[in-house]
Every structure is written in C-alpha cells, then in structure tokens.
C-alpha cells in the first residue's frame, strides 16, 4: 500500500487521505500539520489550503504517520533522498586551475614514498593517483564549509493538493495509464502493472499493445478472460509473464509455464492465428521458436491454429506478410498497388505517406486515399503525421532516429521535398479529422507557460520525474546560476560516470566544454572528478549564465567506466537555478527544477539543452537522447560532432506543442458550462468538476 500512495503522490502530486478519522485532541493536528508544511518547504513542496485544512482536522499521530511517508516520496521525487557531497569541498569557490590540480596531486604522490615507489614515468596513469577520484571529505564537512541556503522568492515550490482515498486515486492513475493513447516509458509500465494487481476494473478501451500486456498478465493469473486480437499480443503477454519486455525491443528468456497457463496462452492464440495474421510471425521470428518450447503446442490438438504459429516461425508454413506484399509492390515501382493494400490499414497508409507521395506518380490518388484513411487511424498517428508534414517544406539540418530505448543517430536528409500544396492539402484534412476528435473544452483556460510544450507523442524514452516534458518541449530558464548534476550508485562493479557540458556558438561549432578534463572557464566550474560510486556519487556543473560567451549548453553525462545506466543501483541526472545572492550547499532540492533517472541503452546521455536567444533570455529544450558512445572511456571531446548533429536537428525541428491542440479547441468553440484548464500545475481556484490537464496527465488530451 505504501508503494501506491507514493505512486499517487509521485505521479499526481496529490496526498491521498480519504475517510482518515478527525483528531480527538484539538490543536495537535494542526501543529502536526504546519510541522509537516515547514518540512515540506525545506524542499521545494508545499501543502494547498485544501491539504492541509484536511491535515489539521486529523489526529497528531496520523498526520505525523503520514507526513514521513510524503516527505520520503517528495525527497525521492526531487533527489533529496541522497547526500550529494563534491569532490572539491568549496565548489564551485576555489576550483583549482586543472594543470594546477593534476601537478598538486602528482607531487603528493612524489613526496610520499610508498606511492611514489608505484608512481613509474613509462607507465604513469594520472586516474591512479593517490587522491584521485574518491572523496577526500566527509558530507559533515562540506555542510560545514557551506553557507545556508538564504531563500528567495524565486525557488521553486511545488504545491501538493488534497487527494481523495488511496484506492479512488490508485483507480484514476491505473485508467489514465491504462487509456493513454502514447505508449508508456518504462517507469509507467512498472507502475501499470503494480496498479492492475490492485484495481479490480479496467477501462473499455486500452489502446496501446504494450498496455495490453500488462493487463493481461494480471488477467492470466486470475483465470480471466484474455484481451487479445493478434498474435503480436499473445507473444508480449508471455514476454511480461516472464518477467522481459512486453515492447519486443529486447530478447527475453521465457519460463516454463504451468499447464494453465499454456492452455490459456494457445487457447487465445488459437482464437487470433487466422491465415491474415499469421504473416505477423515471421517479424519476431524467434522469440516465438523459444516460445514453443516452453508452450508445447503438441500436446493440443484442439487448437490447430496455435500450432500453425509455431510452424510459420519454423520455417515448416510459408505466408506473405502484409508488409511484404506492399514493400513488393512499392519495390516494383506499382505505387498505386501499394496505396490499394494499404488501404485496408489506415493507419500503415498514414505512417507510409511521404513516402507514397514522393514515388507516385500521381499525388491525389495518394491524398484521396489519404482523406479516406484519416477517419480510421488513431489521433496519435494524425498527430504524428502533422508534426512531420510541417517539417518538410524547409531544409533539416538532419534527419534524427530514435528507438524505443532513446538512442539516437543522425544522418543527412535526402528526400527529395514535397510540394507545398501537396502538404496544404494533406494538414487541412488532418487538422479537420483531429478537431472533430477533440472533446468540447467548454470554458477553455489555458496558462501560457504550458504553449510551448511538446505533445507527447511517445513517452518511450522519457522517464518520469520532477518537471519532466516531453522531447522538444521549450520552458524558460529564470536564473542568474544554472547548476546540474549526476548521482549515481553503482550495484556490482566499479562504476565512473562524468558530467560534462559542451558548449557552441549560435552555428553549432567553436566547441569548448567543461569536464574531468577541462575543471572551468571564464563562466563555468566542475565540482570534480569520481571514479567510485560504492556509496554513490555526486557532480556538479556550474554556469553563470549572465557570463555565458555561448549561446548554446548542452550537458552529457559519460560512462567512462563500468555499469550502464539501467545497470546501476541508481542514476539520475538534473538541473537547478539559483540567483547569484543565494549560497547553500552544491545541491539544494528547493532549487531543483528537473530530476529524472538516466536509464537508456547508450553510453552517453544527452538529457536537454540550454539555449540563450536573440533577446538574451535562456531556454531549455529537452531530448531524452542517448548516444551509442564505446564500451569505456567515454569523453565528451570524443562525441562532439555526434551530438552537436543530434541536438542541432532537434533545435530546429518544428515540434507539435500543446499551443497547435489550443488553437483548434479554442476554433471548435463550447457548447458546454464545464471548465477545461491545461497548464504546468494545476490552479487552486477551478470550478468543481474541472477538467485538468497537467504535463503528468497531457496525454489524456490526445484524441483517441
């Protein structure tokens, strides 16, 4: 229970209380309450009047109880729940001139003769140093060596809202999981299945497959019908049973199931594997050859069409697959045969249109097909496909890949561009589709702080935490110091992480960068370089952003040695703002402004990037990227050109914001006496029975 109310209080920054009894001592849940408040400030969180009215009515003891449980899940949320110590102890005062450093250590090691016994000029390695890499200080120390933080108006505060109980609230996150029309980052996954253990109903529609799989796992285990309609479901269903990746994008060992679960398993199976769909097979081949050993589809012969799964992935029944009957064609230069298959799956039409418009020879066949398809595709795909034709009328720097683990790469961008009536013709149709989805936003209030962000199309790659959006999303930056860092745990082995920054001039070259190699200069200072995290590790970047001489920042965290980022205990990275009056420690949780956890499958993380404009103000962009880099040794002058191709593509990619769906809301019109708020946070002082979109519950405003 406890790992659903921080899961509440996490995700929806709501405090669930329900039907707690009232307080028989009058005053001691109030004092309880304003303690817990004052706490909560310390760290950047606050209670509404609604919270902590609700607190102050309950028994000292309960709210005590509860108290220690949401300052624990805010602390986690905000990266608070670890000491942050810095190798230099006056960071970012008295950071020493590199050159400086490294001879001071050196001598160190030269005037003490058991290390320099060790220390041999042909086989010198600076890393090995005495000294080098591990904390020379205590965390009582550089508390002691720090001023205290002096608060001011600008820090962030994060206002927690009264929730209602655990179990109505656990329900609303589980449907809104369930129902999200994007797929879900890995984090939300985990959440999904840990919700659908404990909710005993579920929404009509779940939309997205890997969302289906973890429904069904629970259904599975109850003995309840499964929610299958491809064969593609039973093979994730038995991917999440396993304990593997109910996406596919990585292979997974499967278990051996009891006799139950086989029958079920090939029951549906058999119920889906008509000759139509078993062209979807050969796409994961082999997944589903280890599949059949563990299931035994010999043993039921009452399911005949279970069987012939198995036998498609052996090679023993040949099919064609529906791609591969339309890749034929388009192959065979027969674009017209193409758009004819392929009207039959709207939203594979959707998805193929540039293509189909830049090899057909007549485009309003493929624009009728088009019109025709739009009405039988998902919002997401509409909303996809529109960001992508409002990109191809200009010239990209580059074309960006990104799969489903947030690794990147970049390439030149070849296709030959679209005519600009073409693309006309091709939006109109899809912003009419998209605005007849939207629902009646009655009266329409909106805060223009959430304009600018990006619609989350795909959450894959993007883990959840404090004021987290979604890949190309814009926010202010309001600050005289920019301040982040990395913390990371390493589970088994030696582990060496290394916050960098890589800093460009307003054409993406003239690159310097600030990292173990390069401590500071004339506008940024590095807290200092570890290469052992058995007890975790802290970095800290340093920007006076006034002094900045380049308009474009771009932090990466390099794995330099050891565990990758999903490999280690823990490892998150984010950023604070300060005003240049404020001392404190190297990390203050009520000056956070970001915090997530790195989790992709690359070597070098590319979280955001820090961009000044014309008018001198500083933006954030976020890109939840992560570079290939080398098993070890990773150095941020190593993948310069790499991710200044990869952010500059993301720059100046033209997103699709939450200001496009406000636009047509707002065209559509109201025919209705509710209220619709979209904003960062919600408002205190909305109607009852709003409808509130926050960056947490944004994809609930993607059309089905």
Same mark, same amino acid.
């Given at each position: 229970?406890?790992?659903?109310?921080?899961?509440?209080?996490?995700?929806?920054?709501?405090?669930?209380?329900?039907?707690?009894?009232?307080?028989?001592?009058?005053?001691?849940?109030?004092?309880?309450?304003?303690?817990?408040?004052?706490?909560?400030?310390?760290?950047?969180?606050?209670?509404?009047?609604?919270?902590?009215?609700?607190?102050?009515?309950?028994?000292?003891?309960?709210?005590?109880?509860?108290?220690?449980?949401?300052?624990?899940?805010?602390?986690?949320?905000?990266?608070?729940?670890?000491?942050?110590?810095?190798?230099?102890?006056?960071?970012?005062?008295?950071?020493?001139?590199?050159?400086?450093?490294?001879?001071?250590?050196?001598?160190?090691?030269?005037?003490?003769?058991?290390?320099?016994?060790?220390?041999?000029?042909?086989?010198?390695?600076?890393?090995?140093?005495?000294?080098?890499?591990?904390?020379?200080?205590?965390?009582?120390?550089?508390?002691?060596?720090?001023?205290?933080?002096?608060?001011?108006?600008?820090?962030?505060?994060?206002?927690?809202?009264?929730?209602?109980?655990?179990?109505?609230?656990?329900?609303?996150?589980?449907?809104?999981?369930?129902?999200?029309?994007?797929?879900?980052?890995?984090?939300?996954?985990?959440?999904?299945?840990?919700?659908?253990?404990?909710?005993?109903?579920?929404?009509?529609?779940?939309?997205?497959?890997?969302?289906?799989?973890?429904?069904?796992?629970?259904?599975?285990?109850?003995?309840?019908?499964?929610?299958?309609?491809?064969?593609?479901?039973?093979?994730?269903?038995?991917?999440?049973?396993?304990?593997?990746?109910?996406?596919?994008?990585?292979?997974?060992?499967?278990?051996?199931?009891?006799?139950?679960?086989?029958?079920?398993?090939?029951?549906?199976?058999?119920?889906?594997?008509?000759?139509?769909?078993?062209?979807?097979?050969?796409?994961?081949?082999?997944?589903?050859?280890?599949?059949?050993?563990?299931?035994?589809?010999?043993?039921?012969?009452?399911?005949?069409?279970?069987?012939?799964?198995?036998?498609?992935?052996?090679?023993?029944?040949?099919?064609?697959?529906?791609?591969?009957?339309?890749?034929? $064609?388009?192959?065979? /230069?027969?674009?017209?045969?193409?758009?004819?298959? !392929?009207? %039959?799956?709207? +939203?594979? *039409? @959707? #998805?193929?249109?540039?293509?189909?418009?830049?090899?057909?020879?007549?485009?309003?066949?493929?624009?009728?097909?088009?019109?025709?398809?739009?009405?039988?595709?998902?919002?997401?795909?509409?909303?996809?496909?529109?960001?992508?034709?409002?990109?191809?009328?200009?010239?990209?720097?580059?074309?960006?890949?990104?799969?489903?683990?947030?690794?990147?790469?970049?390439?030149?961008?070849?296709?030959?561009?679209?005519?600009?009536?073409?693309?006309?013709?091709?939006?109109?149709?899809?912003?009419?589709?998209?605005?007849?989805?939207?629902?009646?936003?009655?009266?329409?209030?909106?805060?223009?702080?959430?304009?600018?962000?990006?619609?989350?199309?795909?959450?894959? $790659?993007?883990?959840? /935490?404090?004021?987290?959006?979604?890949?190309?999303? !814009?926010? %202010?930056?309001? +600050?005289? *110091? @920019? #301040?982040?860092?990395?913390?990371?745990?390493?589970?088994?082995?030696?582990?060496?992480?290394?916050?960098?920054?890589?800093?460009?001039?307003?054409?993406?070259?003239?690159?310097?960068?600030?990292?173990?190699?390069?401590?500071?200069?004339?506008?940024?200072?590095?807290?200092?370089?570890?290469?052992?995290?058995?007890?975790?590790?802290?970095?800290?970047?340093?920007?006076?952003?006034?002094?900045?001489?380049?308009?474009?920042?771009?932090?990466?965290?390099?794995?330099?040695?050891?565990?990758?980022?999903?490999?280690?205990?823990?490892?998150?990275?984010?950023?604070?703002?300060?005003?240049?009056?404020?001392?404190?420690?190297?990390?203050?949780?009520?000056?956070?402004?970001?915090?997530?956890?790195?989790?992709?499958?690359?070597?070098?993380? !590319?979280?955001?990037?820090?961009?000044?404009?014309?008018?001198?103000?500083?933006?954030?962009?976020?890109?939840?990227?992560?570079?290939?880099?080398?098993?070890?040794?990773?150095?941020?002058?190593?993948?310069?050109?790499?991710?200044?191709?990869?952010?500059?593509?993301?720059?100046?990619?033209?997103?699709?914001?939450?200001?496009?769906?406000?636009?047509?809301?707002?065209?559509?019109?109201?025919?209705?006496?509710?209220?619709?708020?979209?904003?960062?946070?919600?408002?205190?002082?909305?109607?009852?029975?709003?409808?509130?979109?926050?960056?947490?519950?944004?994809?609930?405003?993607?059309?089905?």
């Amino acid at each position: 229970m406890d790992n659903l109310e921080s899961l509440v209080i996490a995700r929806r920054l709501r405090v669930p209380i329900g039907d707690a009894p009232t307080g028989s001592h009058q005053g001691w849940g109030e004092v309880a309450a304003r303690q817990l408040d004052a706490a909560l400030l310390s760290v950047g969180f606050k209670c509404s009047a609604a919270l902590l009215d609700r607190l102050a009515k309950l028994r000292g003891e309960t709210v005590v109880d509860l108290g220690a449980r949401v300052l624990a899940a805010v602390r986690h949320l905000v990266g608070d729940h670890v000491q942050h110590n810095a190798y230099f102890l006056n960071f970012p005062r008295n950071v020493p001139d590199t050159v400086e450093f490294w001879v001071g250590l050196l001598r160190e090691a030269l005037l003490d003769p058991v290390a320099a016994a060790r220390v041999q000029p042909a086989t010198l390695n600076l890393l090995a140093l005495p000294g080098y890499g591990r904390y020379q200080h205590t965390y009582a120390d550089l508390l002691a060596a720090h001023a205290e933080l002096m608060p001011l108006a600008g820090d962030r505060v994060t206002v927690l809202d009264l929730g209602a109980s655990l179990e109505s609230e656990a329900r609303e996150l589980y449907f809104s999981l369930a129902r999200s029309e994007a797929p879900l980052p890995a984090e939300d996954l985990a959440a999904l299945r840990t919700l659908a253990a404990f909710c005993t109903d579920e929404p009509e529609r779940i939309p997205v497959r890997e969302n289906r799989a973890v429904i069904n796992e629970v259904r599975l285990a109850t003995g309840r019908p499964l929610l299958v309609d491809t064969v593609t479901d039973v093979l994730r269903l038995a991917c999440g049973c396993s304990g593997g990746d109910v996406t596919l994008a990585t292979s997974t060992r499967f278990r051996s199931f009891r006799r139950a679960e086989r029958r079920a398993l090939l029951q549906a199976l058999d119920a889906v594997a008509s000759p139509a769909k078993l062209g979807d097979v050969p796409r994961h081949r082999e997944p589903w050859k280890r599949l059949g050993e563990r299931l035994h589809p010999h043993e039921y012969p009452r399911f005949p069409r279970a069987a012939q799964v198995f036998e498609v992935a052996r090679g023993v029944r040949q099919v064609r697959g529906f791609d591969s009957r339309v890749e034929e $064609a388009l192959s065979g /230069g027969r674009t017209g045969d193409a758009v004819e298959l !392929l009207e %039959r799956a709207p +939203g594979a *039409l @959707l #998805r193929r249109l540039d293509h189909l418009l830049r090899t057909g020879t007549d485009p309003g066949i493929v624009l009728e097909a088009a019109e025709k398809a739009a009405a039988g595709a998902s919002g997401r795909v509409l909303l996809s496909l529109r960001e992508h034709l409002q990109n191809r009328l200009g010239l990209a720097s580059g074309r960006v890949f990104v799969n489903r683990r947030g690794r990147a790469w970049a390439t030149a961008d070849a296709r030959s561009r679209l005519e600009e009536d073409v693309v006309a013709r091709a939006v109109a149709v899809l912003d009419e589709e998209i605005t007849r989805r939207l629902p009646d936003p009655g009266e329409l209030i909106v805060d223009p702080e959430v304009l600018d962000v990006a619609l989350p199309l795909s959450g894959k $790659a993007v883990a959840p /935490g404090l004021g987290m959006l979604p890949r190309g999303s !814009l926010s %202010r930056v309001d +600050g005289e *110091l @920019l #301040r982040f860092f990395v913390h990371w745990r390493q589970a088994e082995r030696r582990t060496d992480y290394d916050l960098s920054a890589l800093m460009l001039d307003a054409s993406y070259g003239n690159a310097e960068h600030v990292s173990w190699t390069n401590y500071g200069n004339g506008f940024a200072e590095y807290s200092g370089d570890l290469t052992d995290a058995a007890d975790g590790a802290s970095e800290f970047i340093n920007i006076r952003l006034a002094q900045a001489t380049r308009p474009i920042i771009i932090p990466q965290v390099n794995i330099f040695a050891g565990e990758a980022f999903d490999e280690a205990a823990e490892a998150f990275f984010g950023y604070m703002i300060r005003e240049a009056a404020q001392e404190g420690m190297p990390f203050e949780p009520r000056t956070v402004r970001m915090k997530s956890d790195l989790r992709g499958a690359g070597r070098v993380a !590319l979280p955001l990037v820090f961009l000044r404009g014309d008018d001198g103000a500083w933006q954030v962009k976020w890109l939840h990227l992560y570079l290939k880099g080398h098993p070890g040794f990773n150095q941020v002058e190593g993948n310069r050109v790499t991710a200044s191709l990869l952010v500059r593509s993301i720059v100046e990619r033209d997103h699709l914001r939450v200001r496009y769906l406000v636009d047509l809301l707002r065209a559509k019109g109201s025919a209705g006496e509710h209220t619709t708020y979209i904003g960062l946070q919600a408002s205190a002082d909305l109607p009852e029975g709003a409808r509130v979109y926050t960056p947490a519950t944004l994809h609930e405003l993607i059309p089905a």
